[in-house]
Structures are given as structure tokens and as C-alpha cells.
């Protein structure tokens, strides 16, 4: 069988670059890998758009969401060529779910505190889809408590903006129903409530590994996640 190539989806308030030890681990192995940068500009436009980077790959898929990217892989990956899901600290979606409402039935992260809306330059913007990002001071903290000082610095100053649209947006379709799904808790993170991350994995029958980590699971702790890719990657097999 065609070995699957592993698409990398980043979050938001992030690029594809927070995937680097983790792209680069892969591509040693063997595999081919597309990280691609995702607009972050809509809920089901950043879908569509990995939606179709998807189709252009020629051979089977494993889809891989961190963060906001697990609510952008949840409709991405009903793609016919996606064998397998993996989720990083993220939202698995129902369908019909948006992420304020997911997030709503749970105490807040550290997060609300930290954002930050300015207008948008875009074309999409009104005053009810500002920018959204996180503080630059309280980005290595809330984010990336045990990634290295300096990285975390940058990866603050280097933030891709998610439009507030994102948070408002229901999910038109829940990958995780007709396709395998494995999936990461970062316990100790302070962006996303772990409980969130707990029950749209249980709700979806997603079996999880919990790892004693900050929202960067991928940039701090780069070899479990390749293990887990790997698992999903073999049940494509």
C-alpha cells in the first residue's frame, strides 16, 4: 500500500514552522510531508482551503490538527483520501458546533485574559471580526510554558491573526464519524481548558494519551507526537 503523506495543520495565533521538529523527524523517516499555512481568516473557509490541499495530494492522507487546526481537520477530513485524524491539544467538533459554544460549557483558559482584537486590514473586517492574537508578553506563559524562552519569544512576535469569525462559525460536517482518529491532552496547558480537549475526544470515541505539556505539544514534546502519527500511519497500512 502507498505510504500516506502526513498533513500538518497549525493552529491559530501560529504558522506551519511550529511543526518544524516534528516535520523534520518525519521527512527522516521517510515520509512525505505538507505543512501548509492556513489563512485563519473563517472556521469553514480555512476547512475549504485544507480541503483542497488535501485533494491535490496524490495518495492517502494522514491529517494532522493542532490546536484550532483539530476543528479545521474535523471537516477537512472527510476528504476521500483521508485515512486517519490526529488531534494536538485540540477541538473535535460536533457537527453544528462552533468553538465558543464547545468552549462555553467549561471554566476558562488562561487564554480570554491574554487576546488581544485590533482591526483587521482585510477586506473581511468589520467590527465584529476584529484580529485576534495573543498578548506578546503573556504569549510564552499562556502558550508555550515549557518551550524555550527564546522560541517562545519568537514565536509571539511572529503570530498569524485568527478573525474573530473563527470562534462564531458551526462546524458543517465531524470528520472523526466515518474516519479513525487518535488524539493528544496536554494536560498542563493553559490555552485550551484540557477538559475541552477531554470531552470532544470522549464524545467522539477518540482513544487519547495524555501528555504533562503546554499548548505546544508538537514544539515540546516532538517525539510522542511522532509516535502517535506513527500509530495513526500504521492503520493505514
Do not use: C
Amino acid at each position: 500500500m502507498t505510504r500516506p503523506t502526513i498533513v500538518l495543520v497549525h493552529g491559530a495565533f501560529a504558522d506551519a514552522s511550529s511543526y518544524a521538529p516534528v516535520t523534520s523527524r518525519l521527512l527522516k523517516k521517510g515520509f512525505k510531508v505538507v505543512a501548509p499555512g492556513v489563512p485563519n481568516r473563517s472556521l469553514l473557509g480555512d476547512a475549504a482551503y485544507v480541503a483542497s490541499v488535501v485533494r491535490n495530494v496524490d495518495g492517502p492522507v494522514v491529517l494532522v490538527g493542532h490546536s484550532y487546526g483539530g476543528a479545521v481537520i474535523t471537516m477537512a477530513g472527510t476528504e476521500e483520501n483521508v485515512k486517519a485524524l490526529v488531534y494536538l491539544s485540540g477541538y473535535a467538533l460536533e457537527e453544528g458546533e462552533s468553538l465558543g459554544e464547545l468552549q462555553g460549557g467549561f471554566p476558562d483558559s488562561k487564554l480570554g485574559a491574554a487576546l488581544v482584537y485590533t482591526p483587521s486590514p482585510l477586506a473581511d473586517y468589520d467590527e465584529k471580526n476584529p484580529d485576534v492574537t495573543v498578548d506578546v508578553d503573556k504569549f510564552p506563559e499562556v502558550v508555550a510554558a515549557d518551550v524555550d524562552p527564546d522560541l517562545a519569544a519568537v514565536l509571539a512576535s511572529s503570530q498569524r491573526p485568527l478573525a474573530g469569525l473563527a470562534f462564531a462559525e458551526k462546524a458543517t460536517a465531524a470528520a472523526w464519524r466515518t474516519k479513525p482518529a487518535w488524539a493528544v491532552v496536554s494536560s498542563s496547558d493553559t490555552t485550551i481548558n484540557p477538559d475541552v480537549e477531554r470531552f470532544g475526544y470522549r464524545r467522539a470515541g477518540i482513544d487519547f494519551v495524555e501528555i504533562d505539556s503546554s499548548h505546544m505539544v508538537m514544539l515540546s514534546h516532538p517525539d510522542e507526537v511522532v509516535d502517535i502519527i506513527l500509530q495513526a500511519v500504521e492503520a493505514t497500512e
